[in-house]
Every structure is written in structure tokens, then in C-alpha cells.
């Protein structure tokens, strides 16, 4: 074989190699291109993510976040309590009035009877 032929066939594959090289260059950006479009169109839904899991990891690791923690839970008891105490007064209410209403209406129908008979 010839120097030249030689020399022919090294910058053959040498151009091969940097086409090679090239393509996977391109695709690499074209990779990390399609990354960045993926995070810049769902910045919300990565912020809402980081912020709940940053929120979790207050209220269930830290000192401050237990004790938000149980302020939560006495609010949410003394809202339980209250409401359910509301209703019942309120339902009470409502019962001793239809009571008052039948007990008047039974009267009236008892004196309608009485002067039909």
C-alpha cells in the first residue's frame, strides 16, 4: 500500500470519526435543549412540588413544625367542638319549635273536633 493510499484512508476515517462525533454532539444538545423546554414550561408544577415537599419536611422534621403541628390540631378539635355544639343547640331549637307548631295545630284540630261533634 502507498503513503498516499495510506494517507487517504487516515483522513477517511478521520472524517468519519468527527461526523460521528458531531451527530453525538447534536443529539446531546438536542437532549438537554428538550430538558430545558420540559423545566421552563412546568416551572408551577416543579415550584408546587419543591414547596409541598419543602412544607412536609417543616411540619414533620423540625421543632417549630410540630409545634404548628399541634396548633392545627387544637384549632381543628376546638372547630370540631364548637360546630358540633352549635349544631346541636341549633337542631334543638328546631325540634322544640315543630313540637310547639304540632302541639298548637293538635290543640286547634281537638276544638274543631269538639264543636263538630
Given at each position: 500500500?502507498?503513503?498516499?493510499?495510506?494517507?487517504?484512508?487516515?483522513?477517511?476515517?478521520?472524517?468519519?470519526?468527527?461526523?460521528?462525533?458531531?451527530?453525538?454532539?447534536?443529539?446531546?444538545?438536542?437532549?438537554?435543549?428538550?430538558?430545558?423546554?420540559?423545566?421552563?414550561?412546568?416551572?408551577?408544577?416543579?415550584?408546587?412540588?419543591?414547596?409541598?415537599?419543602?412544607?412536609?419536611?417543616?411540619?414533620?422534621?423540625?421543632?417549630?413544625?410540630?409545634?404548628?403541628?399541634?396548633?392545627?390540631?387544637?384549632?381543628?378539635?376546638?372547630?370540631?367542638?364548637?360546630?358540633?355544639?352549635?349544631?346541636?343547640?341549633g337542631w334543638g331549637q328546631v325540634h322544640n319549635l315543630a313540637n310547639g307548631m304540632?302541639?298548637?295545630?293538635?290543640?286547634?284540630?281537638?276544638?274543631?273536633?269538639?264543636?263538630?261533634?
Amino acid at each position: 500500500m502507498s503513503l498516499k493510499t495510506k494517507r487517504h484512508k487516515t483522513q477517511n476515517q478521520e472524517v468519519e470519526q468527527v461526523s460521528a462525533n458531531t451527530q453525538v454532539n447534536s443529539s446531546i444538545k438536542n437532549a438537554v435543549r428538550n430538558i430545558f423546554n420540559t423545566i421552563n414550561h412546568n416551572k408551577r408544577l416543579i415550584g408546587s412540588i419543591a414547596t409541598a415537599v419543602s412544607g412536609a419536611f417543616f411540619l414533620f422534621r423540625t421543632n417549630s413544625g410540630r409545634r404548628v403541628r399541634n396548633n392545627i390540631q387544637n384549632g381543628a378539635v376546638n372547630l370540631f367542638e364548637t360546630t358540633t355544639g352549635q349544631l346541636t343547640s341549633g337542631w334543638g331549637q328546631v325540634h322544640n319549635l315543630a313540637n310547639g307548631m304540632m302541639a298548637r295545630f293538635h290543640t286547634d284540630d281537638l276544638t274543631r273536633y269538639r264543636e263538630i261533634a
